[in-house]
């Protein structure tokens, strides 16, 4: 893999861009370390999205799960829980990872790594497990596909010319385009921000508003963080 396809923001954390590992050229594994400031509690969402300039090859969508240590006797492969998926039509979504009946994990999140993988799979099988998701939970079937980030194909037409936004001069590095991202968030959020106790905190709403706007803003205008202003 010659850079980075993914974007993951975990809730109060820094942005991740560089895989942990790459267990084939189409999975990867984002291992989240703990929050180090004193007495932060383990984030509950994160934002998972294309960086500028990606795109999936044909037919193809990125599957996100939440991957946890073994726990059956025995058992050598670890497990993993289907969160949703992104991709064309739905270039990013915030996740939910955590559960009404994960209580101990969540506490266990506090003193140990999140993993997230992303792995690239056909289109069509991403979006029916995102609908066996949705099905699952009847009684809060909205909200179950906004979280698994419901993906709506989209028929390309024509070359696919609008998505690289490669003109004559060289593209910025991954990391200055994640510098930029955290830039454009921090400037929005910084209006938000409140004290709980001796914490500086910002509402979750006001991230998912600002993730709404940078996401209109990069379907409208994909090569904007592209242009150091």
Do not use: C
């Not at 559960?99 to 140990?112: E, T």
């Amino acid at each position: 893999m010659s850079q980075p396809l993914f974007g993951l923001v975990p809730a109060g954390q820094p942005v991740l861009v560089a895989p942990t590992q790459t267990p084939t050229p189409t999975s990867f594994l984002y291992a989240i370390p703990p929050n180090p400031n004193p007495g932060a509690k383990p984030f509950s969402h994160i934002v998972v999205f294309l960086l500028p300039g990606v795109e999936l090859p044909p037919g193809t969508a990125a599957a996100i799960y939440l991957v946890t240590p073994p726990t059956a006797p025995g058992q050598t492969e670890p497990n993993s829980r289907f969160l949703g998926g992104i991709g064309p039509g739905k270039e990013s979504a915030i996740f939910k990872i955590g559960s009404s009946s994960a209580s101990s994990s969540s506490s266990a999140a506090a003193q140990s790594n999140v993993v997230i993988g992303v792995s690239i799979e056909p289109a069509e099988s991403v979006a029916a497990r995102i609908s066996e998701v949705s099905a699952s939970s009847s009684s809060s079937a909205a909200g179950t596909a906004a979280e698994a980030g419901a993906l709506v194909p989209i028929s390309r037409t024509g070359g696919g010319g609008g998505g690289g936004g490669s003109g004559g001069g060289q593209q910025p590095s991954t990391l200055v385009l994640a510098q930029r991202i955290i830039k454009n968030a921090f400037n929005f959020l910084a209006s938000f921000s409140g004290t709980a106790g001796q914490v500086e905190v910002v509402p979750l709403k006001a991230f998912e508003e600002w993730w709404r706007k940078f996401e209109g803003k990069v379907r409208s205008d994909p090569t904007f963080l592209e242009r150091d202003d």
